[in-house]
């Protein structure tokens, strides 16, 4: 989370091109959205239990447990000529990428429209709903994005996951009882969907990271060149550590 207000500061000042930056999460870690409220919705001790730390993000959503997946971070300019003024509109140029993506992998995905939609609930787990223009599988949500507009960019989140743990995810959450929670278990199943879980081979981060930049580059049509950071972006990076690991900042809702 630091390297990614670090890129959309140095991309702000003109220093850098857009981004597009592919990671993952050693050991598993829960983001939470900007705005959304952690005591009552996380279940802070469930997640210790699991050795996973919280961390709030710059974008807005819902919760997200990273952890067998790739993750991805998309920063470019307001004034790109590529980029509508409409939050919705920039959200599908985005994801054409990773439609692109989920086809480079032999999987048939689709954009969550309007329509398709399920009905808003308060639930705080991402993968419980699509909004716009996210991908689905077969009606059933494969990613999860979220943006915000800061400092003239727009800076895009998404979770792409490879493997879902279910006993590990419904435990990171507060219901109001134990027959709550198992029936929200039971019935993400047909609400959500990992790669492994429609692809015909085993997926693995390399492949899916390579898949998902020819999915950017050909929905996006553009030429992706390495970026490595120098040692006093790094630095910088590391001085905004602290932020990310406070308890003012991820316990701030």
């Given at each position: 989370m630091a390297l990614d207000e670090a890129l959309l500061n140095w991309h702000s000042q003109g220093i850098i091109p857009p981004?597009?930056?592919?990671?993952?999460?050693?050991p598993a870690g829960i983001s939470v959205g900007y705005f959304q409220k952690v005591k009552g919705k996380i279940d802070v001790?469930?997640?210790?239990?699991?050795?996973?730390?919280?961390?709030?993000?710059?974008?807005?959503?819902?919760?997200?447990?990273?952890?067998?997946?790739?993750?991805?971070?998309?920063?470019?300019?307001?004034?790109?000529?590529?980029?509508?003024?409409?939050?919705?509109?920039?959200?599908?140029?985005?994801?054409?990428?990773?439609?692109?993506?989920?086809?480079?992998?032999?999987?048939?995905?689709?954009?969550?429209?309007?329509?398709?939609?399920?009905?808003?609930?308060?639930?705080?787990?991402?993968?419980?709903?699509?909004?716009?223009?996210?991908?689905?599988?077969?009606?059933?949500?494969?990613?999860?994005?979220?943006?915000?507009?800061?400092?003239?960019?727009?800076?895009?989140?998404?979770?792409?996951?490879?493997?879902?743990?279910?006993?590990?995810?419904?435990?990171?959450?507060?219901?109001?009882?134990?027959?709550?929670?198992?029936?929200?278990?039971?019935?993400?199943?047909?609400?959500?969907?990992?790669?492994?879980?429609?692809?015909?081979?085993?997926?693995?981060?390399?492949?899916?990271?390579?898949?998902?930049?020819?999915?950017f580059e050909r929905g996006l049509q553009i030429q992706l060149e390495p970026f490595t950071l120098t040692e006093e972006q790094?630095?910088?990076?590391?001085?905004?550590?602290?932020?990310?690991?406070?308890?003012?900042?991820?316990?701030?809702?």
């Amino acid at each position: 989370m630091a390297l990614d207000e670090a890129l959309l500061n140095w991309h702000s000042q003109g220093i850098i091109p857009p981004i597009l930056r592919f990671y993952g999460w050693k050991p598993a870690g829960i983001s939470v959205g900007y705005f959304q409220k952690v005591k009552g919705k996380i279940d802070v001790d469930g997640a210790r239990q699991h050795g996973i730390e919280l961390v709030r993000r710059q974008t807005g959503g819902r919760a997200v447990l990273h952890d067998q997946e790739l993750t991805y971070s998309v920063l470019v300019s307001e004034d790109h000529e590529a980029m509508p003024a409409s939050v919705k509109e920039a959200y599908l140029v985005i994801s054409r990428g990773l439609l692109e993506g989920f086809k480079e992998l032999g999987i048939e995905a689709e954009f969550a429209v309007p329509e398709e939609k399920l009905q808003t609930t308060d639930s705080a787990v991402c993968f419980e709903e699509p909004s716009w223009y996210e991908l689905i599988v077969a009606g059933k949500k494969a990613a999860g994005s979220a943006q915000t507009r800061k400092k003239g960019v727009i800076l895009q989140h998404g979770s792409i996951p490879l493997n879902v743990d279910k006993g590990k995810l419904f435990d990171l959450f507060v219901y109001p009882n134990e027959r709550v929670k198992e029936r929200a278990k039971r019935t993400f199943g047909d609400k959500a969907v990992a790669i492994n879980d429609v692809s015909k081979h085993p997926i693995r981060f390399e492949e899916a990271k390579q898949a998902f930049k020819t999915g950017f580059e050909r929905g996006l049509q553009i030429q992706l060149e390495p970026f490595t950071l120098t040692e006093e972006q790094l630095s910088e990076v590391h001085a905004l550590e602290s932020k990310y690991k406070s308890e003012a900042w991820n316990f701030s809702r």
